[in-house]
């Protein structure tokens, strides 16, 4: 289906132009009310993205970002996760850059990349500088997290996965989306005020694929919280900026995807369609497109311990081919977004978290050995949550390995105990395990007047 029959379609539908149904649906947060699964979703985000950015707060991909901030001695109540005070801006640039730096923060199931990072950096900085209470933060992300997985989603046919295919990055694209509608209703920005904002947002989207392996990735969910932001500010004091940027002619889809050749979701369900119920959470500490295939590998690495392996064919959807194609990585960070290399680090008996992508893994004999013996098949019709490797030895022994249903997935999610197990396990090396524990409870119970306060008193320097 062509964009200009959907938008056709939509507009019959809802009587309303895409911009405006968005500018409805940001500016009617503040009477809206939540499903308790769509609240317990939103603190399991909140509580993620704080552990992946504090295991990450002294990332090298980050300490550039943090010297940044700290050059810039900007004055403001926001805080920097194990840092001082500054700007919202500036807050959200550092803290939703660590949050990425892993790979390791929630992805949306259906493509619009990793909402978590702009969308909650913004939230809390922007909460911190206008002291707003918990209720009205934690919408406030919902609002922006559902905003960006709407724009960016559709799963393999949609936007975001044809984005990628294209060498665009949706967190990139679409994050500063989310973040700017956190910021709108932060902000408490009028409609007029919050369709210029959403139109700075489109005007200062990019990001590409190509940055995959390098610094640039994480930039990415830092400068779209920052650009957020700035759009909302620059809204509220009056800019101008074009407000048909997200109709689909003429448009930033348009520009980004010039052959046309995707399907746009609607924008006409929102609050019957919780995309915050799709989020998935990473037991892996890499590319999403790697998952399936590490836990396959992983299933099967106690039957192939000690035996030496010929070779490994690999059964994957095509966008790992995309977002994590690389064959020979050169680096820890470039194995992060190497299929071949998680396999041989999941057959080898790493359990693929944050700490075994270093140096003494990447130069592990076995994992070595493993990485050029992996070949790729991208199967078209095979689903992104499964994988089936066939691992051959040199005995002539073919063991098979499979995933039905990654674990992360919505319909495999990761529980609270797991989820807190993957939290300690960032947090206690920066705060020691009490206070971990204290932060992972302050996460939890976030709706509790006083949270945001004593989480930024937490994540003084």
């Not at 680090?345 to 003494?360: I, K, M, Q, T, W």
């Not at 130069?363 to 990485?371: E, L, Q, W």
Request: aromatic share 6%; glycine share 10%.
């Amino acid at each position: 289906m062509t964009t200009a029959i959907l938008e056709r379609n939509q507009q019959q539908h809802s009587g309303a132009t895409r911009g405006e149904q968005l500018v409805r649906y940001i500016a009617g947060t503040a009477a809206r009310s939540y499903p308790p699964e769509v609240i317990e979703a939103a603190l399991k985000a909140l509580v993620d993205h704080l552990g992946c950015a504090l295991g990450a707060c002294n990332d090298a991909t980050v300490l550039p970002a943090r010297s940044l901030v700290d050059r810039w001695q900007a004055s403001g109540k926001a805080r920097v996760y194990m840092g001082g005070l500054t700007t919202p801006a500036l807050a959200a640039f550092a803290n939703g850059s660590m949050a990425h730096a892993m790979d390791y923060d929630d992805t949306h199931a259906g493509g619009a990349g990793h909402p978590g990072g702009p969308c909650w950096s913004a939230a809390l900085a922007l909460a911190q500088e206008h002291g707003s209470a918990e209720k009205d933060t934690l919408a406030a992300f919902i609002t922006g997290f559902d905003v960006m997985a709407k724009l960016g989603g559709g799963w393999v046919p949609g936007v975001g996965r044809s984005l990628q295919r294209r060498g665009w990055h949706p967190t990139s694209i679409f994050g500063r989306v989310g973040a700017a509608a956190v910021a709108c209703v932060i902000m408490g920005l009028n409609a007029t005020r919050t369709a210029h904002a959403l139109g700075v947002a489109a005007t200062t989207a990019a990001g590409l694929v190509g940055s995959f392996g390098t610094y640039g990735k994480p930039f990415h969910s830092g400068k779209a919280a920052m650009d957020g932001i700035l759009s909302a500010q620059l809204a509220a004091d009056g800019f101008v900026a074009a407000t048909h940027l997200y109709e689909l002619e003429k448009g930033l889809l348009d520009a980004l995807i010039q052959d046309r050749k995707v399907e746009v979701p609607a924008l006409d369900d929102f609050e019957r369609k919780w995309e915050l119920l799709e989020n998935q959470f990473k037991p892996f500490a890499s590319c999403r497109a790697t998952h399936s295939s590490i836990q396959a590998a992983r299933s099967i690495a106690h039957r192939v311990k000690g035996r030496d392996i010929a070779r490994v064919h690999a059964r994957v959807h095509p966008n790992a081919l995309v977002t994590a194609g690389k064959t020979a990585p050169r680096t820890p960070l470039e194995g992060k977004f190497s299929v071949p290399y998680c396999i041989a680090l999941g057959l080898a008996g790493y359990r693929v978290v944050a700490s075994d992508f270093n140096e003494s893994a990447f130069n592990d004999a076995r994992v070595a050995a493993i990485v050029p013996r992996v070949t790729l098949e991208a199967v078209a019709d095979q689903p992104a949550f499964k994988a089936f490797l066939d691992v051959t030895l040199t005995d002539g022994t073919v063991v098979h390995g499979e995933t039905q249903c990654v674990l992360g997935h919505p319909d495999n999610p990761l529980s609270w105990e797991a989820l807190q197990e993957k939290f300690d396990g960032l947090v206690e090396p920066v705060l020691g395990r009490e206070q971990s524990g204290k932060l992972f409870d302050l996460g939890r119970n976030f709706l509790r007047p006083g949270s945001i306060a004593k989480i930024s008193a937490m994540l003084v320097a």
